[in-house]
């Protein structure tokens, strides 16, 4: 996101150096398991709540970005996303960029994949309980960022019981300082439940950060709500057609 014209998530890990270590493979595990979410994922339909906020220099919700949309199948059984409504954009001082909208579908819903988990190096933190769950702690580094990628600097939890990812944590990469301009992306927080057996999908994403424009710092908050989670049922064969613009027009 731009600017036109703080408080920042915090990463919280466990740092005892005795906590019991993971068990040999886990990452393994959990990019092969993620492998098979992603694959399952895409028979799935569900709605995603996307609502943002400028925040003005005493606290108080500013412009505002707010939009709905389903991710369906059409008729013919091919993966859509289409608009519940019109999206409604007040906002005043940032102008949200293709890669907002990107990091929608890539980031706040972060997977880790055999795919995938060659590009991080992970880093084992501690043990830590969130909201009744035991997990283990990884500092999660990007090891390279190449053209035209998305990718998250940050913190995954993985729950010790299932083997999932049951929360993350960070920042999405690249942030751009250019001469012209700057596109800076909020920390953010995804919390994971399971939804259907075996399977854990995001059911909120939350976001409160102080973007340091060098216009001056402009604090944003965002929610993502992630609902509705269902299995299509269509006997056709699914798909994968051309998506919505990453920008409402």
């Known amino acids: 996101m731009r600017v036109t014209a703080g408080v920042l998530l915090s990463a919280a890990f466990a740092s005892d150096a005795t906590a019991q270590k993971p068990p040999d493979g886990l990452l393994r595990t959990l990019a092969e398991s993620g492998s098979r979410f992603e694959q399952a994922r895409q028979r799935y339909t569900y709605t995603r709540h996307f609502s943002f ?20 199948f059409s008729p013919e059984g091919e993966r859509i996303e289409q608009f519940v409504g019109r999206p409604h954009d007040r906002l005043k001082r940032i102008r949200l960029t293709e890669e907002d909208f990107r990091d929608l579908r890539e980031v706040q819903p972060f997977v880790l994949t055999k795919d995938t988990l060659w590009r991080y190096e992970l880093r084992f933190k501690g043990l830590e309980d969130i909201e009744g769950e035991s997990c283990y702690v990884f500092r999660l580094s990007p090891r390279q960022v190449l053209e035209g990628q998305r990718v998250l600097d940050g913190m995954i939890w993985v729950s010790r019981e299932h083997k999932q990812i049951f929360k993350v944590a960070g920042k999405p990469l690249p942030q751009v300082h250019g001469s012209d301009h700057q596109n800076l992306f909020p920390q953010f927080a995804t919390i994971y439940q399971e939804v259907d057996e075996g399977l854990w999908f995001p059911v909120k994403t939350v976001a409160s950060d102080i973007l340091p424009f060098r216009t001056g710092g402009q604090a944003v908050k965002y929610t993502i709500d992630y609902e509705n989670y269902q299995r299509f049922q269509a006997e056709s064969t699914v798909t994968f057609g051309d998506e919505l613009p990453e920008s409402p027009p």
Do not use: A, K, Q
């Open 53 to 72: 906020h400028e925040i003005d220099r005493h606290g108080r919700p500013g412009g505002s970005y707010d939009e709905v949309r389903e991710v369906l």
